[in-house]
């Protein structure tokens, strides 16, 4: 692959990816490494990275990487538990009260994330990351007719796990 392509499709797609493994695995460390490894696996031209849209591409690996990372759910609890200030999604410096709080939204939101199968999670999170059905089936391994049945059944699995008074969250 050539330098200038590489350079442009990292640009372009890096910030996203390491975004949406992040959500996805609940740790920036492992959500790093996976897009890491999805990028290097992109240069070395493994798999169909010239077959399909590399954003779409490059999304199918890093989702597989962390899903077959097999330590994700253990460390992340570890980490959440143990370090909350190595939690990701950083945020500048808040008062004792509003950490307190913003830990506990967090906790109560991954914790009905991680209710959800691992189709679920990964078709949710990628529909907000902006992929279209198509792409999420590819992802996931289903049709591309059946994912607006997964999500809606996603969104709902999620809605019954959340607090009904937004003000909780």
Same mark, same amino acid.
């Given at each position: 692959?050539?330098?200038?392509?590489?350079?442009?499709?990292?640009?372009?797609?890096?910030?996203?990816?390491? +975004?949406?493994? =992040? !959500?996805?695995?609940?740790?920036? *460390? %492992? #959500?790093? @490494?996976? /897009?890491?490894?999805?990028?290097?696996? &992109?240069?070395?031209?493994?798999?169909?990275?010239?077959?399909?849209?590399?954003?779409?591409?490059?999304?199918?690996?890093?989702?597989?990487?962390?899903?077959?990372?097999? +330590?994700?759910? =253990? !460390?992340?609890?570890?980490?959440? *538990? %143990? #370090?909350? @200030?190595? /939690?990701?999604?950083?945020?500048?410096? &808040?008062?004792?009260?509003?950490?307190?709080?913003?830990?506990?939204?967090?906790?109560?939101?991954?914790?009905?994330?991680?209710?959800?199968?691992?189709?679920?999670?990964?078709?949710?999170?990628?529909?907000?990351?902006?992929?279209?059905?198509?792409?999420?089936?590819?992802?996931?391994?289903?049709?591309?007719?059946?994912?607006?049945?997964?999500?809606?059944?996603?969104?709902?699995?999620?809605?019954?796990?959340?607090?009904?008074?937004?003000?909780?969250?």
């Amino acid at each position: 692959m050539n330098v200038a392509r590489f350079t442009r499709l990292f640009e372009d797609h890096h910030a996203s990816l390491f +975004r949406y493994l =992040t !959500r996805l695995s609940g740790d920036s *460390d %492992v #959500a790093a @490494d996976a /897009a890491q490894e999805a990028f290097v696996r &992109m240069i070395e031209g493994h798999g169909r990275a010239g077959a399909i849209e590399p954003r779409a591409w490059l999304f199918t690996v890093g989702t597989r990487l962390v899903l077959e990372g097999g +330590r994700t759910v =253990t !460390r992340r609890a570890r980490l959440l *538990d %143990v #370090a909350p @200030d190595r /939690a990701p999604l950083g945020e500048a410096p &808040m008062d004792a009260h509003a950490r307190v709080e913003r830990e506990e939204r967090r906790r109560v939101v991954s914790t009905a994330l991680a209710a959800l199968s691992d189709k679920e999670r990964t078709a949710l999170l990628m529909q907000q990351e902006g992929f279209a059905h198509r792409e999420i089936a590819d992802t996931v391994g289903t049709t591309t007719g059946s994912v607006g049945t997964l999500l809606a059944r996603a969104l709902e699995k999620l809605a019954a796990a959340l607090p009904l008074d937004a003000d909780q969250l």
